[in-house]
């Protein structure tokens, strides 16, 4: 661990929260999707049906967006399985730290390396869109990401800060690159007009992608490593 993650986790086990109740309260924020997807994702489908002279855009860049932060969640994954393991300071015992994060401890969180943190690529990556759309709701989407998805997975010890600030940075990097305009029309335009001609099946689709997105794939996760394990 590095002084700065050392300076920020010392002070945050140290001198921070020392309260049961709002210890609990960081724990169940950290732990539930309700306070992660259930709170951005509204926000693009509330940007999508809103009222807007430039609706065309506004949609690419929504459908530019989700596939951004598809993409970082995926290269998060991937980053995290090809760098060096790098143990979350959870379960690092060199480190002396306690941290109070009693019900959150996941045998399959444990085998994955802390570094990047695909929760901050993904949900940087949504809000990054969200401000590129609207400056000031986005603005207010990136200080929640910071704040309540971010933040807790430091103090919690299921991140280092410099996995969250990494995972922040390539979020925004991802988004920024997916909605320019030379990007954006190659893929977004067509994802669009395909929505428009067939709009049953296009919803439908669009409403499972959220869901499975607000939970992270989760239940996907479990299923194949539930197999993983029969064989």
Known sequence: MNSF??????????????????????????????????????????????????TGWKREMIIATVASGLASLAAGRLLAASLPFRERPLYDPDLHLNFPSVGLQDAIV?????FPSDH???????????????????????????VFICLPRVYLGLHYPTDVL?????????????????????????????????????????????????TQFDDLLLFVHAGLKVL
């Open 166 to 214: 990494a995972g922040m940075a390539l979020g925004m990097v991802s988004t920024y690159l997916a909605t320019r305009d030379a990007v954006r029309v190659r893929f977004a335009a067509p994802i669009l007009r395909r929505m428009q001609m067939f709009p049953a099946p296009g919803y439908t689709f669009a409403f499972l992608l959220s869901f499975e997105l607000i």
């Open 110 to 114: 444990r085998t994955w390396s802390s």
């Open 5 to 54: 993650d050392t300076a920020v986790q010392v002070f945050l086990t140290q001198h921070a929260f020392q309260s049961a109740t709002i210890n609990h309260v960081i724990r169940v924020i950290a732990g539930q999707a309700s306070f992660k997807g259930f709170v951005l994702v509204p926000v693009l489908w509330w940007m999508w049906f809103g009222r807007s002279e430039r």
């Open 120 to 146: 901050a690529m993904l949900w940087t990556a949504i809000a990054t869109g969200i401000f590129l759309i609207n400056r000031r709701v986005g603005t207010l989407a990136l200080l929640y990401t910071a």
